[in-house]
């Protein structure tokens, strides 16, 4: 923050122009509670981004898309300039200006790239630099607009509060609340949610019911249409729309509470400004009222639908890094396909589109308000159960493969049904873990790894050879894969991933491709070297928090430790299994002898003794089976678990790695300028000083990056040992009980066997 | 006057036989050394010898060398176990079975069931070496014995074809091939029960070591996640260490119980077998003196009657005496298997009661925990 204030030349004299704008539009809301004017104020920036957007839209969302090491810093940049905004507004609102310039340069060098990449486009260059510039700026001023909104909001809640109701409040102290957290902790993105989620609500006063109509008629088709021509790469995200379009289609209509009404009605007054403009385009100036509006609300409303989608499927657990991940999303969106839409609705119908959106935003609020009020008691519940059932062998030879029967059981909105089943194979699994690992382990989440590729069991199963061992194989994986996926789907934010939903629910699911080549076994190998290199890494990284350093030693000697139990489990079942084996045999042999003794007690009672024994047998063989599921397997997992926390802790050294590498970079830029002042040439100076600008941004960037994956990966670790213990006692549990009915029924088989014993004479 | 001679007999032993304990097992290198305490019949003191394995194989010798009773053969001796060999090898753990467990204890008590066979046998609890046995304080079997006609190895070789002769009596007939039916099955049950039981004794093992590893998850320290945690670990230590008790108990249950039961069973089948043997040979002798004394030429034949006469003489005591050993050793057998089989099934059900308990207790404190 500090270095950006002291040097923000913007590299672009249209963003300058708009950032005085910006701040000056700011001041004035600030003075007035009556943000009407300023909205029009502020839109009067907005067409030249439309005009310019109209020309490049697609192939600058491609770009961003297909570049990865841009598309996470534009999303940090984003996430971060609002709470800057936020932090700085209370005090001075001048700097508002200059955030949004720091949120500017990386834009500006994703643009950069962008021309890089297609040189051969020069005529379109200059404007297309100008778009992302312009979004950016736009984004700013949004992103101000909606921390003004949120002052807004909270005044108007006081001013509310005579007449309002609990609710209202709470969705105020709420907010408050939520948004006091970020100067403090890295995590920003969670006001800029609750907030967008808020401004758009204060407009929500226009006709709900019509507006869930327009919402999925228009922006249904919109949303879809829109991601569409995109990229591959893009597809969770255009999932997402369509998951945020399916509830918002179908929950306003019944789910919407009686508080969404309620507060709605209670805001009327005070969004009167709002819904005036609202109004406007169909009286005098489409474009510009029109403009403004679609774009607060478009640029709100991926949010806000985030803000939907964490809150309410998170089983009550509203934690930060919810948003945070889906501030990737929501970034995306609102530098693409909105803006595509807001492009059509603009030009279409203004009004329906404003409305439908703050209708579809009101909805949201409120339910995320309900789940605010549950968190707590919500925390340790699973409202969702999956189970794994039916392997069937598919195909013949070395082509088959083994599907299963993946059951949900559920009771949460977000699914359509309680309960439904699909069908998955095996390389399905693996596709789901890589998918979400690549998606959220940057991030610093533990994703839950699922069973490794076993090539003998697998070969096995093909060549049809169908003995114990392979059943047991079966089994252990049936129900490792189960546990895998009850794991993630209890991740709060795992659950919330558009993929895992497809998985859950979606009838046919692409052929994963990528994990036909790469095994189970192969990726943790992969994880591995991966954790050596890191390990390596680790002499360099001076490690500045004991905790991380502390847990890392926990982490391996955990692991030796379960790999160690895992050995001496396995051991136990093995010799279970034997005693199984030996007594089958023994009851074989004391039946012979039973058939071979002449006294005819004595021959009865052997008998007798014999089938005891085959009861027995029995209890033998359950016990191994308790001992492999209840213990072997629990251990295996988190063995698998615990290499996944490594692996946060790797990206975190990344991260870290990235942050120093910035650093170094940057100060050798510096270093640059300096020299060139010396040599006096200003035609490069200002390049280098750009760059020092540039890398500034960067560092900041990155160190938050940084700070980001640190506190997420320090929850994730938290959550994981706490989801040990609970994980260890329920098995325990389970197992106790097991063993103390085969226990009950050794003694039954005893008292029946011991009148046979005496009536032997 | 063979009753006279019991009736003298009687008091030649001046112990209670059901008194006479093996009650301790000393290991002087590779020598054991086994402490054997009997009562006095008169007063209340007792005796304490020390005897080897060797002084046990003297008073075998001497018990089927015995030259005054008539139909000895026809006894079936109680068998004495296999020579005990500390550090024993597999093969030789494998013969001494259920013997070769433990700290020598279901040896011991295999020694102590040898002695008292043999002082409750009519015949055999008569001859003065028992006495000697029990009694003196001088080690009586030190130096080494000459090995009788009652050589194992000897039968081994012989047995072959004789236990395809076909007996004159019917009673015997079915008797041998009875045995070598169930011998052949108790030898078996007794081997696979002896795996059942190693089994367990390896799962108890196993329990320990999985209880001892889950301590090293221990840790110390303030956060309430670890101390959560290493509660949990201590709790299942103590889990699996009830297991490992009760798999324990279970083993020791099986070895003192049906195993030793079936081990002696199966040794007494084979001693059975070894006097049927001997009996056959016996009848094979006598088949032969009768074809000498045949075909014998009138100088040798009244001297060929003779030996027919002794043989068919000496044949009857045997038969005599084997029948009522066959009858007696039938009805022992069963005996002896249901008392093990019934304490067997009440020990098992003891222990099976306790670990229900003791897996309840553990139940209701996770219970408690969660």
């Known amino acids: 923050m500090a270095t950006s204030s002291e040097r923000s030349p913007p590299p672009f004299p249209d963003s300058e122009d708009q950032d005085a704008l910006d701040s000056e539009e700011v001041r004035a809301r600030d003075s007035d509670e009556d943000d009407g004017e300023e909205l029009f104020l502020s839109a009067t920036n907005t067409p030249m981004a439309k005009k310019e957007n109209t020309s490049a839209p697609a192939s600058h969302s491609v770009d961003l898309m297909s570049d990865p090491l841009i598309e996470p810093l534009s999303n940090q940049t984003e996430n971060k300039s609002p709470s800057e905004l936020f932090e700085d507004l209370t005090n001075d609102i001048n700097i508002t200006a200059e955030g949004a310039s720091t949120a500017e340069n990386p834009f500006g060098e994703a643009s950069d790239d962008f021309v890089d990449i297609l040189g051969s486009k020069a005529p379109a260059q200059r404007e297309e630099v100008d778009v992302t510039v312009e979004a950016t700026a736009d984004k700013g001023e949004v992103s101000g607009g909606a921390t003004e909104l949120f002052g807004d909001g909270k005044t108007r809640s006081a001013v509310q509060e005579p007449t309002s109701t609990a609710p209202v409040m709470d969705l105020s102290d709420n907010l408050s609340t939520s948004a006091l957290l970020p100067p403090g902790s890295a995590n920003i993105p969670d006001p800029l949610v609750d907030l967008l989620g808020d401004s758009p609500a204060a407009s929500d006063a226009q006709k709900p019911s019509g507006a869930v109509t327009d919402l999925f008629d228009d922006e249904g088709s919109d949303i879809f249409t829109g991601p569409l021509p995109s990229k591959s790469g893009k597809q969770p995200q255009k999932s997402l729309f369509g998951e945020a379009n399916e509830d918002l289609f179908g929950e306003p209509l019944g789910a919407v509470s009686k508080k969404a009404t309620s507060k709605e009605q209670k805001e009327k007054p005070v969004t009167a400004g709002a819904a005036a403009a609202g109004g406007l385009p169909s009286g005098g100036n489409p474009a510009e009222p029109g403009d403004i509006f679609s774009e607060e609300a478009v640029s709100a409303l991926p949010n806000a639908r985030n803000t939907r989608a964490v809150n309410s499927r998170t089983n009550g657990v509203h934690s930060e890094e919810d948003s945070d991940i889906f501030g990737e999303a929501t970034v995306e969106l609102s530098l693409d396909s909105p803006r595509n839409e807001r492009r059509k609705e603009a030009t279409t119908k203004p009004a329906s589109a404003s409305t439908s959106v703050s209708a579809s ?14 968190e707590e008691e919500l925390e340790d519940k699973v409202d969702i159960f999956v189970s794994v059932k039916d392997p069937e062998k598919i195909g013949d030879g070395m082509n088959a493969y083994m599907a299963y029967k993946v059951s949900t059981q559920t009771t949460l909105p977000m699914f359509r049904n309680k309960t439904f089943t699909v069908r998955r194979r095996f390389s399905d699994f693996l596709g789901l873990y890589e998918k979400l690992s690549e998606k959220h382990g940057p991030n610093g989440l533990i994703v839950p790894p699922p069973p490794e590729k076993s090539l003998l069991g697998m070969t096995k199963m093909k060549v049809g050879k169908e003995d114990s061992s392979s059943a047991d194989f079966l089994e252990r994986r049936r129900g490792a894969l189960e546990r895998y996926l009850q794991r993630v789907v209890n991740h709060p934010m795992l659950l919330q991933d558009p993929d895992v939903r497809e998985f859950l629910e979606k009838e046919e699911l692409p052929r994963a491709v990528s994990t036909q080549a790469l095994s189970g076994a192969g990726f943790l190998k992969m994880l591995n070297k991966a954790t050596d290199a890191v390990s390596k890494m680790t002499i360099k990284m001076n490690e500045s928090d004991v905790w991380f350093e502390e847990k890392l030693q926990e982490v391996e000697s955990a692991d030796q430790q379960f790999r160690k139990l895992h050995a001496l489990v396995e051991l136990l079942v093995i010799h279970r299994k034997e005693l199984s084996l030996s007594t089958a045999s023994f009851a074989k042999s004391a039946a012979m002898l039973g058939s071979a003794e002449d006294n005819t007690a004595l021959s009865r009672a052997l008998s007798q003794l014999a089938e005891v024994e085959d009861k027995i047998e029995q209890l033998h063989q359950d016990q191994a089976a308790n001992d492999t599921f209840s213990f072997a397997e629990l251990i295996a997992d988190f063995i698998r678990l615990l290499g996944a926390v490594r692996g946060t802790f790797d990206q975190r050294m990344k991260a870290w790695q990235r942050w120093q590498d910035a650093q170094t970079i940057l100060q050798k830029k510096r270093e640059m300028e300096a020299k060139l002042l010396w040599a006096n040439k200003p035609d490069k100076l200002q390049l280098a000083k750009d760059e020092i600008t540039e890398w500034e941004a960067k560092v900041t960037q990155y160190e938050r990056d940084f700070e980001r994956v640190s506190a997420t990966v320090r929850k994730e670790v938290v959550r994981f040992e706490k989801e040990k213990t609970k994980n260890f006692k329920r098995q325990i549990i389970g197992y106790l009980e097991s063993l103390l009915q085969s226990q009950q029924q050794l003694i039954k088989y005893w008292e029946a066997f011991l009148p046979e014993a005496k009536a032997i004479a | 006057m063979m009753q006279e001679e019991v009736n003298e007999a009687t008091s030649v032993l001046s112990v209670y036989g059901h008194t006479i304990k093996v009650t301790e097992v000393l290991q002087d290198g590779d020598t054991l050394t086994f402490i054997i305490v009997s009562q006095k019949l008169s007063g209340t003191g007792e005796y304490h010898v020390d005897r080897t394995y060797e002084d046990f194989e003297w008073l075998q010798q001497h ?63 008569k001859n003065k070496t028992l006495e000697v046995f029990l009694t003196s304080t001088d080690p009586p079997g030190r130096q080494k014995l000459r090995r009788n006609i009652f050589n194992r190895l000897s039968q081994a070789v012989e047995g072959l074809w004789k236990e395809g002769h076909k007996d004159v009596d019917e009673f015997f007939h079915t008797e041998r091939d009875h045995n070598l039916v169930l011998t052949g099955h108790t030898r078996t049950a007794a081997e696979k029960f002896l795996d059942v039981v190693l089994t367990e004794q390896k799962i108890a093992v196993a329990c320990g070591h999985f209880a001892a590893a889950l301590h090293i998850c221990v840790e110390n320290g303030e956060d309430p996640e670890k101390k959560a945690f290493s509660r949990v670990c201590v709790k299942l230590s103590e889990v699996f260490d009830s297991i490992k008790k009760n798999m324990t108990s279970i083993a020791v249950n099986d070895m003192n119980t049906l195993g030793l039961g079936l081990d002696l069973d199966s040794r007494y089948l084979e ?33 060929m009657e003779e030996v027919k006469k002794a043989a068919e003489g000496e044949f009857e005591q045997i038969c005599k005496v084997a029948k009522q050993e066959i009858v007696q050793l039938n009805q022992e057998r069963v005996e002896m298997l249901q008392k093990n089989l019934i304490q067997w099934c009440e020990q098992q059900l003891q222990t099976a009661k306790e670990g229900a308990d003791a897996y309840n207790q553990h139940l209701q404190a996770f219970i408690a925990m969660a």
């Open chain 2, 63 to 125: 018990l089927y060398a015995q030259e005054d009773v008539p139909g000895l053969q026809g006894v079936i001796f109680p068998p004495l176990p296999v020579r005990p060999q500390v550090n024993a090898s597999a093969k030789v753990m494998k013969q001494l079975g259920f013997l070769g467990l433990g700290e020598w204890q279901p040896y011991c008590k295999a020694l102590e069931t040898f002695l008292r066979q043999v002082a409750a046998h009519s015949i055999l609890k």
């Open chain 1, 361 to 374: 935003l009101a909805k949201p609020q409120s339910a995320a308000l309900e789940e605010l009020e549950e």
């Open chain 2, 271 to 303: 001693a059975e077998k070894e006097m049927l043997f001997r009996r056959t040979c016996k009848l094979v002798e006598l088949e032969n003196a009768r074809k000498n004394a045949e075909r014998a030429k009138p100088v040798k034949k009244n001297a």
